[in-house]
């Protein structure tokens, strides 16, 4: 053994006096990629994967926005009490952690994005991969100001440089810095160039596609600006339209799930749990909505499960997707026995099923199965939206082309031939015979386009879209749940408090944020745009 130390102490004694250059090549892994040698094409369908994760499923939309805007409704009792968050604005055990789904997962998208960008910048072969970087973290990052208000972002993304406690740049701020990167890598994208090649949306490196994604992104985060900077939100308008936005449903930005693969749809994989499949049911808000212009999606979206509880808690029972026959849950309500309980609702038509078989609320209609898919798709942006945020744009009298009842009718029909990508395709025929039997009213206008944006992002699963959509155009108009223990004093909630470890790990620029928000870090401060 004294031998063995000696010969070491001479080996490491040789070392001192080796050049630099081979001690770097013995202590480098010859299998680990370097910045030099690392495709960063690799990286973004982590980013995609991580956006559309951020906004689906238990990281927090279909547990919150779902119901704060009356797409979905719940009984919330017994082993689905975690839907309370959203049905009825009251804490569950778990809403900490739901909470702080969004702002988590994004910023890993927004991560990823980043360090894409670096990888690739100063590259020429990698232009178009820099720009389509730029555009995922402009959409993941206007996401989280959307779900929070003022959030890091200049200081943001640096972890490797050292900052990990960043400073909280106002939404304001951050809005028209995303604004302005967008509009220089959107126009920067070059078809001439070469495409990403890990492209996980439906677009596989299409420029032109990615091209329009960029204008149609730019479109909707102008739009969000018309009540607290209309001459911005006009500006960014009109170059999105002038541009080139979305043209066809082709275009729409999605990406599609794959369970088998470990990538399951967040939507699909909560829908497909027993107390989901029980207790989540369309709003009466959507319901009553759908049935009131005979929209075509109403057979394809929601059934009425056959009678009794066995068969309302099994997702592939028989059931009813009549039109007629449907009915949505009035948000607000429970199974406890209370004067809250779902029986001493107004206009109860009575449960189904008989003794221990029996339920209350087995004739309220549910979501098909198209939606317990775990491999369905889940969407960004879509052709749908896009045409009907034009519409309000010419109402408003932004200079863009076409007519405010010629986008709206577009926005109509494609809402529609969207689900096509959920598997249940309506003919074009029946789409723009709906479309025609109804137009756009002159004097009805915001209200009819901006319902119509809420019920086409609803259907399509976008909660956060939905909702931060009625919250800038204030359409629908919804009836508050007003439940006793709520979080928000009866009032529909506007964001999401930030994640509780900001405060512990990130005290000072936590505080400096939240004292730019009315009445702290609740659930109902309005964020910049949120006039």
């Keep these: 053994m004294k031998n063995k130390l000696i010969a070491l102490s001479l080996l490491a004694g040789a070392f001192q006096f080796s050049c630099t250059e081979d001690l770097d090549q013995l202590n480098t892994d010859p299998t680990q990629a370097s910045a030099s040698t690392f495709d960063p094409n690799l990286l973004l369908p982590s980013a995609q994967w991580n956006y559309v994760s951020s906004v689906s499923g238990y990281n927090g939309p279909i547990l919150f926005q779902s119901m704060w805007v ?7 009792s017994g082993a689905a009490n975690y839907y309370s968050n959203a049905d009825k604005y009251v804490i569950s055990s778990n809403t900490a952690n739901y909470q702080q789904g969004t702002w988590n997962v994004g910023y890993q998208s927004a991560s990823y994005a980043y360090e894409m960008e670096q990888l690739a910048k100063d590259k020429p072969a990698l232009a178009n991969l820099s720009n389509v970087a730029v555009i995922m973290q402009v959409q993941t990052l206007a996401s989280i100001a959307d779900t929070y208000g003022d959030i890091p972002y200049t200081q943001a993304l640096q972890g490797k440089g050292g900052a990990t406690l960043p400073v909280y740049d106002t939404q304001e701020s951050v809005y028209k810095s995303l604004l302005t990167r967008l ?7 070059n078809a001439a160039s070469p495409i990403p090649t890990n492209d996980a949306f439906a677009y596989k490196g299409n420029i032109a596609q990615w091209k329009k994604y960029g204008y149609s992104l730019m479109l909707k985060l102008a739009m969000r600006l018309v009540k607290t900077d209309a001459a911005t939100a006009k500006t960014f ?3 999105a339209a002038a541009g080139g ?3 066809s449903v082709n275009d729409d930005a999605f990406m599609m799930a794959d369970d088998s693969k470990g990538f399951g749809n967040g939507n699909g994989g909560a829908l497909t749990t027993l107390a989901d499949i029980y207790q989540v049911r369309w709003s009466k808000t959507m319901i009553d909505y759908l049935k009131s212009t005979n929209d075509p999606r109403l057979s394809r979206v929601a059934e009425v499960p056959a009678a009794g509880l066995v068969a309302n808690q099994d997702m592939a029972s028989t059931s009813s997707s009549v039109p007629a026959a449907q009915l949505g849950l009035p948000n607000g309500f429970d199974m406890n026995g209370g004067t809250t309980d779902i029986t001493k609702s107004p206009g109860y038509p009575g ?3 008989a003794g221990a078989n029996a339920t209350p609320i087995g004739k ?8 317990r898919n775990r491999s369905a798709p889940l969407f960004v942006l879509t052709y749908a939206e896009t045409e009907l945020l034009l519409a309000e744009a010419v109402v408003r009298g932004f200079s863009v ?10 926005g109509l029909v494609a809402g529609i031939q969207s689900l096509a990508k959920y598997g249940a395709t309506i003919d074009a025929a029946t789409a723009t015979a709906y479309a025609d039997a109804n137009p756009l009213v002159t004097a009805n206008a915001l209200k009819q386009i901006n319902e119509q944006y809420w019920a086409t992002t609803g259907l399509l699963m976008n909660f956060s879209e939905a909702w931060n959509n009625w919250k800038r155009s204030g359409f ?3 009836t508050p749940v007003n439940y006793v223990g709520n979080f928000s004093n009866g009032q529909i909630p506007r964001r999401q408090p930030y994640p509780t470890g900001e405060a512990t790990l990130n005290t000072a620029n936590y505080k400096t944020a939240t004292g730019r928000l009315s009445g702290g870090d609740n659930w109902v401060a309005r964020s910049w745009w949120d006039k």
């Design 70 to 76: 009356q797409v979905l409704a719940s009984t919330t």
């Design 183 to 189: 509009e220089t890598a959107t126009a920067a994208l």
């Design 237 to 239: 308008a009109e170059k």
């Design 245 to 247: 936005v979305f043209s």
């Design 351 to 353: 449960g189904t099923g």
């Design 364 to 371: 309220y209609s549910r979501p098909t199965m198209i939606y």
């Design 401 to 410: 082309s076409g007519t405010a009842a010629q986008h709206y009718r577009n």
């Design 476 to 478: 629908p108009a919804l």
